[in-house]
């Protein structure tokens, strides 16, 4: 099928597009949020295609996947034709509720549109409205050759903006959690907080697997895409336990979620002390990951969805 799609979050993009499909993305000069189209980092297949914004209207697509609010309630009717604006879509929402964990009335409610949450929490939260809802959790892709060794005595944090994002994302406990234990952060302007910066997504897996353990300290957001390349890596998740991740690592199993920092620093202490303990939870968090967020049920998922607006399969 031929999918038009903005570009919002680049890591799920890249995984999306692993789905045997035709990815059209707009863009605009000086690629402002949703127009970056292939931006650089990621090994883009050639099913991925570059449009300029104006163009967009002239083509024929399939199926249209809105990925934010800007693009359901502004850029649709910039850049599509009145036709296209009538062809079957998908809403994929990313987050949780925001404004009120349990009453917000999601902005689309609509029962043509199907509304696609990226975890079972965030479609328990969201007040969906007469939209059909169906959840398709994250699916991952780590080279075959990069294994975990946790040979650095260090926790990873993967966050973007983290500073700017403030007690959401937890910074005051990225914070609070370094006094004692050693962490790097790394993601976009780690360097604010005392981190190491970027890491382009392909060199990511092979700089992640030296780290003893992944750091997870949201408060409340969807399950990062970052949590789940760790697992595939095989290394063992601390975070709180909170929202999806709940679900995700199995204490003594394949991590520790916690919601008393206290114990989830004593648990950091212990892996870093231990580091065969570490390789025993590496064990169990690979095969969580293999088995929940591997990239052939995730594209297959995704098949079934755009089938199912496409009129072939059914939409609940």
């Known amino acids: 099928m031929r999918i038009f799609t903005w570009h919002i979050h680049g890591s799920y993009l890249y995984y999306l597009t692993q789905a045997n499909h035709e990815f059209y993305l707009p863009v605009l000069p000086g690629k402002p949020e949703g127009y970056g189209g292939r931006n650089p980092g990621f090994a883009w297949g050639d099913n991925v295609h570059e449009v300029p914004a104006e163009e967009v209207r002239h083509l024929d697509f399939d199926c249209i996947l809105f990925q ?164 595939m890596l095989g290394l063992p998740v601390i975070g709180l336990a909170t929202t999806e991740l709940v679900t995700v690592v199995e204490n003594g199993v394949s991590g520790y979620v916690d919601t008393n920092i206290d114990r989830l620093i004593e648990s950091m202490q212990e892996l870093i002390a231990n580091p065969d303990l570490a390789h025993r939870l590496s064990i169990g968090a690979k095969k969580q990951a293999q088995q929940r967020f591997n990239i052939q049920r995730f594209t297959r998922d995704w098949d079934a969805a755009f089938l199912s607006v496409a009129g072939r399969l059914s939409i609940a």
């Open 68 to 231: 934010s609010r800007k693009n359901y309630l502004h850029d649709q009717y910039e850049i599509l034709s009145q036709a296209q604006q009538q062809l079957p879509c998908i809403y994929l929402e990313h987050d949780p509720p925001q404004e009120h964990p349990t009453n917000t009335k999601h902005i689309v409610d609509d029962p043509n549109v199907l509304l696609i949450h990226v975890t079972d929490f965030n479609r328990l939260m969201w007040d969906n409205g007469r939209s059909p809802t169906r959840t398709i959790e994250h699916g991952v892709v780590i080279p075959a050759d990069i294994s975990y060794s946790g040979q650095l005595a260090k926790g990873l944090v993967v966050t973007n903006g983290l500073r700017k994002r403030g007690r959401r994302l937890g910074a005051d406990i990225f914070t609070q959690v370094r006094e004692s234990i050693p962490l790097d952060l790394v993601g976009m302007d780690a360097e604010s907080l005392g981190g190491l910066g970027e890491v382009p997504h392909a060199q990511l897996p092979a700089f992640a697997a030296q780290y003893r353990f992944f750091f997870h300290s949201v408060r409340y957001t969807s399950l990062g895409l970052a949590v789940c390349e760790a697992m």
